[in-house]
Nanobody
Framework: QVQLVESGGGLVRDGGSLRLSCVAS????????IGWFRQAPGKEREFVAG????????WYEESIRGRFTISKVVAANTVYLQMSSLKSEDTAVYYC???????????????????WGQGTQVTVSS
């Protein structure tokens, strides 16, 4: 089991930037793929970005490609989501999640992820 703690959310103006952090801990924390998801009020949880355990591969949901960047400091088991050019439609609770290496190579469905953080709120004001 992996424990995940997100931080870095907050209120930002349209066009601004935020960096979210996700710290993984537990016996297998250094051997999981990590994904970022978000859920806006009244909407389903959606995939945003993913990174593999070694930080050698990243994948993104197409609508945010070019604005968001996922990265990882392997030694610290910390994954970041750098968000730029934020829009009001990016307002959501953002979650990080962990998928075991036996799952898909580039998991992007919620069912592929077995551990979830508590979420961090991102609000973009226009």
């Amino acid at each position: 089991q992996v424990q995940l703690v997100e931080s870095g959310g907050g209120l930002v103006r349209d066009g601004g930037s935020l960096r979210l952090s996700c710290v993984a801990s537990g016996p297998t924390a250094n051997s999981v793929n990590i994904g970022w998801f978000r859920q806006a009020p009244g909407k389903e949880r959606e995939f945003v970005a993913g990174i593999d355990w070694s930080a050698s591969n990243t994948w993104y949901e197409e609508s945010i490609r070019g604005r968001f960047t996922i990265s990882k400091v392997v030694a610290a088991n910390t994954v970041y989501l750098q968000m730029s050019s934020l829009k009001s439609e990016d307002t959501a609770v953002y979650y990080c999640a962990a998928a075991g290496l036996g799952s898909r190579k580039t998991p992007r469905y919620a069912r592929d992820f077995g551990s979830w953080g508590q979420g961090t709120q991102v609000t973009v004001s226009s």
